[in-house]
C-alpha cells in the first residue's frame, strides 16, 4: 500500500494536480472510520491540534486517534492520498505513524499571489500580509524538504501538471511502488479554454508591473530561488532583483495594452448601440401601449353608456308594463263591480242565462290579468339581471385600469445608469495608485452593470415615473456629466484622442457655473 500526503499553497496548482493524479489511477480517500471525518477534515483538524505550541500528551493522543481512525478506513485501498494546504503541519507526524507514506510538495510562482486579488483593494498593507504569508509558508516547505527528503518530491505545479508522467518517475524514485496510467489511457475531461489562454497571453502589463513589486521582497525572492534549486520539476526561471524587463517585452506589453484598449472601446461602442435601439423600442412600445389603453378605456366607456341606455329602455318598459298592470287591476275592480251588480240584479230576476255569460267573460279577465302579471315578472327579472352584470362587469374594468402602479426613483434609476457609475468612480480617483487602477476599475463596473442589465430592462421608461423630473437634476450632477462625456467618447476613436481635453472642458465648466448660481 502506498499513501500521497500532498500539501501545496493555496496559490500553487495543487488541487489540479491532485485531481491529475486520480485521473490516471490514485484512489480518493474514504472518510475516517468512526468519525466519519471527510480528507479536508481530517486535515483541518489536525492543523488545528499540531499548531499549537503548548503541544501535550492530550494533544498527541488526540492527533494519534484522528489519524488512526482515518488509516483504518482506508486499509483496504491499495494506492490513495489527498491534497490540503493544511497538510503543510502534519507531514512530520505522518512520517512518524506510517511508513509508507510519501510526500508531494508543490510550489508555484510568488507572482501568482496576485491573480485573485481586486483592484480597488490592493494596498502596500494587503501585499506585504500575502506576501508574508506565502514567506512563512514556503519556509515551512523547505524545512520539510531538509529534514526527510528520502520520501518527498518538490515539484513546481505548472511545470507538473504539464509533465504527469515526470511525476510518476519521481514518486517511484522515492520508493512508491504507485503505477499511474499513461495519457493515452485517460479522457480529457477538461477542454482548453482558449479565451483564458488569449487573455493570459495578453496580460503582459500586469506581469511586468508584478514583476517589478516583488523586487520589493528580497526574502521571497530568496526562497523562491532555493525551491527551484531544490525542485524536482520546475519550468520557471530564477528572480534576479537587479534584471530589467527587456525591450521586446516592454514594446509587445504596449502593443497588446493599445489593442485591448481599442477592443474594450468596440465592446462599449457596441453595447452603446444596442441600448439605444432597445431605448427606442421600448418608448416605441410605451407609445403603443398607452394609445391601446386609451382606445380601451374608451370602448368600455361606450360600452357602459349603451348599457345604461339599455337599463333606461328596460326600466321605461317596466314603468310601462307596471301602468298596463295597474289599468288591468283598475279594470278587474270595474268589472268585479259590475258583475257583483248584474249578479245582485240576476239573482232578483232569476236569469241562469245571463249568469252563464258575465262568469264567461269574468274567467277571460282573470286569464288576461295572470298574463299581464307573468310578463311584468319577467319584464322585472331581465332588468334586475342586466344591471347586476353589465354595469358591475363594466365598472370593475374601468377602475382597474385607472388604477395601475404609480412608479417612484428616477433619481436613483439614473445613478444606476452607466455613464453616471462610471463618472463617480472616475471622480473618486485622486490618488496616483487609484489613477494607475482606474482602468481596472471602470471595467470591472461595467461588467457590473451588464450583470444587472436583465433587471433594469424589466422596469417601465423612466418617461412614465412620477417624480420625472427628478431625473433631470441628478443628469446636472458632475459624475453623470464626467461618465456622459466617457460612455460619448466610445462611440469613435477620433472622440477618444479628446477625451482628456473634454473631461478637463466639462469639470472647469461645471465648476464656473456653480459659482454663478
Known amino acids: 500500500m502506498s499513501i500521497i500526503v500532498q500539501a501545496g499553497h493555496k496559490t500553487s496548482k495543487s488541487k489540479q494536480l491532485m485531481e491529475k493524479l486520480y485521473e490516471r489511477g490514485l484512489s480518493r480517500p474514504n472518510d475516517s472510520y468512526t468519525h466519519k471525518m471527510t480528507p479536508e477534515q481530517v ?23 484522528v ?7 482506508n486499509l483496504d485501498s491499495e494506492n490513495w492520498g489527498w491534497e490540503s494546504d493544511k497538510n503543510l503541519a502534519s507531514l512530520e507526524y505522518w512520517g512518524q505513524i506510517e511508513p509508507d507514506v510519501r510526500f508531494i510538495l508543490v510550489f508555484d510562482h510568488p507572482k501568482r499571489l496576485f491573480d485573485n486579488i481586486e483592484t480597488e483593494k490592493l494596498t ?3 501585499i506585504n500580509k500575502i506576501v508574508d504569508e506565502w514567506v512563512s509558508y514556503h519556509q515551512g516547505v523547505l524545512e520539510i524538504l531538509e529534514a526527510d527528503n528520502s520520501r518527498s518530491i518538490l515539484v513546481e505545479g505548472q511545470s507538473a501538471l504539464q509533465g504527469i508522467p515526470n511525476v510518476n518517475t519521481q514518486l517511484v524514485r522515492i520508493g512508491s511502488n504507485i503505477k499511474l ?131 333606461k329602455e328596460s326600466q321605461d318598459k317596466v314603468v310601462s308594463i307596471e301602468s298596463r298592470l295597474q289599468t288591468a287591476k283598475n279594470n278587474i275592480q270595474s268589472l ?49 339581471k342586466l344591471k347586476s352584470s353589465e354595469v358591475s362587469k363594466s365598472e370593475q374594468t374601468i377602475t382597474d385600469l ?19 457609475r462610471l463618472g463617480e468612480k472616475i471622480l473618486k480617483a485622486k490618488q496616483p495608485k487609484h489613477i494607475v487602477s482606474l482602468p481596472f476599475v471602470l471595467a470591472k463596473e461595467y461588467s457590473d452593470f451588464q450583470k444587472n442589465e436583465l433587471s433594469v430592462e424589466k422596469l417601465p421608461p423612466i418617461e412614465l415615473y412620477k417624480d420625472a423630473y427628478e431625473a433631470d437634476k441628478v443628469k446636472e450632477h458632475l459624475s453623470y456629466k464626467v461618465g456622459k462625456v466617457l ?25 464656473k457655473n456653480k459659482k454663478k448660481t
Open 487 to 511: 460612455v460619448d467618447s466610445t462611440k469613435s476613436p477620433k472622440k477618444m484622442v479628446t477625451l482628456p481635453k473634454n473631461l478637463s472642458k466639462e469639470v472647469v465648466g461645471f465648476y
Open 124 to 126: 502596500t498593507e494587503s
Open 67 to 73: 489519524m488512526i481512525d482515518f488509516l483504518l478506513a
Open 336 to 384: 268585479e263591480a259590475e258583475l257583483k251588480k248584474k249578479t245582485s240584479i240576476n239573482s232578483q230576476v232569476n236569469s241562469s242565462a245571463n249568469i252563464a255569460d258575465i262568469e264567461k267573460e269574468n274567467e277571460l279577465l282573470i286569464v288576461q290579468i295572470h298574463q299581464l302579471q307573468e310578463e311584468l315578472e319577467r319584464y322585472y327579472i331581465e332588468n334586475k
Open 181 to 311: 496510467k499513461s495519457g493515452w489511457q485517460t479522457v480529457n475531461t477538461q477542454p482548453i479554454d482558449l479565451d483564458i489562454k488569449k487573455a493570459q497571453d495578453s496580460n503582459f502589463v500586469s506581469e511586468l508591473i508584478i514583476d517589478e513589486i516583488l523586487k520589493n521582497y528580497p526574502e521571497a525572492i530568496n526562497i523562491f530561488n532555493n525551491l527551484l534549486s531544490k525542485a524536482d520539476l520546475k519550468s520557471s526561471s530564477p528572480i534576479y532583483k537587479t534584471q530589467r524587463p527587456k525591450l521586446v517585452d516592454l514594446v509587445e506589453s504596449l502593443g497588446c495594452l493599445q489593442s485591448d484598449t481599442q477592443s474594450i472601446l468596440d465592446q462599449y461602442e457596441l453595447k452603446l448601440n444596442v441600448l439605444e435601439q432597445e431605448k427606442s423600442d421600448l418608448v416605441l412600445l410605451s407609445d403603443n401601449l398607452k394609445v391601446v389603453s386609451d382606445e380601451k378605456i374608451k370602448d368600455l366607456k361606450m360600452k357602459v353608456a349603451s348599457t345604461e341606455d339599455s337599463l
Open 402 to 420: 385607472e388604477q395601475q402602479p404609480t412608479h417612484y426613483g428616477a433619481a436613483e434609476r439614473i445613478k444606476q445608469d452607466l455613464p453616471y
Open 43 to 65: 486535515s483541518e483538524n489536525l492543523y488545528k491540534v499540531l499548531v499549537r505550541e503548548d503541544m501535550s500528551s492530550a494533544n498527541e493522543k488526540m492527533a494519534d486517534n
